[in-house]
């Protein structure tokens, strides 16, 4: 144990590229002028990442994540700031540095298109010194887990985008690598192939012990493995902690959802600690409500006002036919945060 | 990783791309047809250029016609269409991957084309056979000490194309657009190296520029030593040219090389 699986300091990636003009003898301007524009990617991130952990790195569109687990794998060098991957800088080791992780970009294959999945494997194997025995176990392994059978002798371009994400994990972590990087490893995904993918990561994480860095769009992946998570935008660290605070801390209320008997009640009166959100809501199926029910939210901080006393309140009100509490959804509060920019202390 | 693994990596990438190079039957068929076409034409063509005439510049029928199937056999090997792995992945924005592997993207790259170039060894025995059928080729000349010496050259010479393969190639990390700068590539490359037309026959100008570039190292050195037309000293000369081009080469590829991932991991490609 001791040192811990991944740290990163004031981490710092800036493109340059030259600028490129319009307009006339715009190619021989930009030849002679030169001039150059340089985007910051990544802007000072700093954390560390124990041994074990899954960690979510979360972010909207060109927030950065791409960028910095580039950095962590040593496919790009950091403009400043320092990186240690397991001890080791990873692009001035990068070679020795790749045994050790496993990395899957969703958005793009590392295996060979022309090869069945199996010789793809086979070739991994290979690359990684994987001995045959502990290749048959793996394969086997991955092959029960994620359900290969079917199409391990199907070449790569012939494969669903879902199948293809399966072989693509288990080329990443055939070799047992104690590092897995994962860029958008559901996207584009059904719920079935995404519930199987997830399931997989929890189990590699905690059956062998495997630090994941997961990056990813779909909340739901973050809510089923993350405990913890690292929210980044323009490049900086928004966040960085447990996901449970980070809802407490960034929407601290609670909705008490009703839906009434009648359905034009006039003005409603928000019990002392609510206040009456109105959206457009249905009825819950199987209630007896009709489809033009009214439903209506009562909002209020759980901290403030127990939840039990704001039920009694309303029901004393009102007359409901159904009722249901419910917290905010993470997809509400990472909108919040990225609209807003920042995390409330 | 150890240096035995490395190489285990390596061979299991050259088996990988002999195995693509072999997977589309149609393409396998289509290339041995085409070469022993070539081959066909070529001794037609010839034979007939001396037809009523003994001696070109000192160059007779036989050894005229025997010079251009080889000359089409090495060519078809050492020049292909232009299909290489690692073009085509910088293209495809597929460098990054390639990077992450626990061996290094050069021996990946020369891996697999030695892979390819195995891989066009069937096709070319066919060719030779069919030269040897219609009695266009004989033996090398000097018995087994020439056989020894032309299978040393022939090995520089496949090394050397490879490096040229691979530094154009590598052109590929600075411009998306090489397709045509490849075909012109290709067309010098076939011509300077005395595939088509031996540098017997050219204008003594011409001959001299042509033996300060590398091309002439990687098929007109090893089909001369073929034929004997190399002499004791001048046969060691030949070889020690073919393999001071290898290792200038080889230096001048590592300084692209570092050149190229210095653009990708420092400016992201
Ligand atoms: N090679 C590059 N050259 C120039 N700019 C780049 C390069 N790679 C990334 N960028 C820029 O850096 C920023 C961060 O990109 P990055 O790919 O890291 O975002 P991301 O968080 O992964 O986004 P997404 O969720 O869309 O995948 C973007 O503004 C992007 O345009
Ligand atoms: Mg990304």
């Known amino acids: 144990m001791g040192q811990p699986m991944i740290r990163a300091e004031g981490l710092v990636k800036e493109f340059t590229r030259p ?119 793996a394969l086997g392994r991955f092959t029960e887990l994620l359900d290969l059978g079917e199409f391990l002798d199907t070449p790569v371009r012939g494969l669903s985008l879902g199948q293809r994400m399966r072989g693509d994990l288990t080329a990443a972590m055939l070799y047992g690598p104690p590092l897995l990087y994962l860029d958008e490893p559901t996207v584009g995904l059904d719920v079935v192939a995404k519930a199987r993918i997830r399931e997989f990561v929890a189990e590699t994480n905690a059956v062998d012990g495997t630090t994941v860095v997961l990056t990813t769009h779909d909340l739901v992946d973050v809510e089923r493995l993350c405990r913890r998570v690292l929210l980044i935008d323009h490049g900086e660290v928004l966040y960085d902690g447990d996901l449970a605070a980070l809802r407490r801390r960034y929407v601290p209320y609670r909705d008490l959802v009703v839906t009434l008997a009648r359905e034009d009640d006039g003005p409603l009166v928000a019990p002392p600690g609510t206040t009456v959100v109105e959206e457009p809501r249905t009825a819950r199926a199987g209630t007896g409500a009709s489809d033009a029910a009214r439903v209506v939210a009562f909002r209020f901080d759980p901290a403030q006002t127990p939840t039990p006393a704001v039920v009694a309140a309303v029901t004393a009100e009102h007359e409901v036919v159904d009722l249901d509490v419910t917290d905010p959804d993470l997809e509400a509060v990472i909108a919040e945060i990225y609209s807003s920019g920042r995390v409330r202390a | 990783m150890t240096s035995a693994a490395q190489v285990v990596a390596l061979v299991a990438i050259g088996r990988q791309a002999v195995r693509s190079a072999l997977a589309v039957r149609s393409e396998v068929l289509v290339s041995a047809v085409a070469v022993l076409v070539r081959v066909v034409l070529v001794v037609l063509v010839w034979r007939a250029v001396y037809a009523g005439v003994d001696e070109v510049s000192g160059v007779d029928g036989p050894t005229a016609v025997a010079y251009a199937v080889l000359g089409a056999v090495f060519t078809n090997v050492l020049n292909p269409f232009w299909r290489s792995s690692l073009e085509m992945r910088v293209r495809q924005g597929r460098i990054a991957v390639d990077l992450l592997r626990p061996v290094g993207l050069v021996p990946q790259t020369l891996a697999q084309q030695v892979g390819t170039t195995a891989a066009a060894v069937p096709r070319c025995v066919l060719a030779v056979l069919l030269a040897l059928a219609i009695g266009a080729l004989r033996a090398p000349a000097g018995g087994a000490l020439g056989l020894l010496a032309f299978v040393v050259s022939t090995a520089l010479g496949i090394a050397v194309a490879l490096l040229c393969n691979l530094l154009v190639a590598m052109t590929a990390f600075w411009t998306l657009e090489v397709g045509g700068a490849l075909m012109v590539y290709r067309a010098v490359a076939q011509f300077a190296s005395g595939a088509l037309i031996p540098l017997w026959f050219m204008p003594g100008w011409l001959r001299g520029t042509l033996e300060h570039l590398p091309f002439q190292a990687q098929v007109f050195t090893p089909l001369s030593v073929y034929f004997g037309a190399l002499g004791g000293g001048d046969l060691a000369a ?29 400016q992201g490609g």
């Open chain 1, 19 to 137: 600028v490129r003009r319009t307009g006339p003898l715009a190619g021989l301007r930009s030849l002679v002028t030169r001039e150059r524009v340089t985007t910051r990617a990544v802007d000072g991130v700093s954390f560390t990442v124990e041994r074990g952990e899954l960690v979510g790195y979360l972010g909207p569109n060109g927030a950065g994540k791409s960028t910095t687990i580039k950095m962590l794998t040593g496919v790009l060098v950091p403009t400043s700031g320092t990186v240690e991957v397991d001890g080791r800088v990873p692009w001035k080791d990068r070679t020795r540095n790749a045994r050790g992780i496993g990395v899957v970009f969703g958005q793009r294959t590392q295996l060979w298109h022309d090869l069945p999945l199996r010789d793809s494997f086979e070739l991994v194997a290979k690359l990684y010194g994987l001995d045959r025995p502990d290749y048959e176990r």
């Open chain 2, 238 to 266: 030949a070889l020690a040219v073919q393999a001071l081009w290898v290792v200038l080469l080889a230096l001048l590829a590592q300084l692209v090389w570092s050149r190229a991932l210095h653009r990708v991991v420092v």
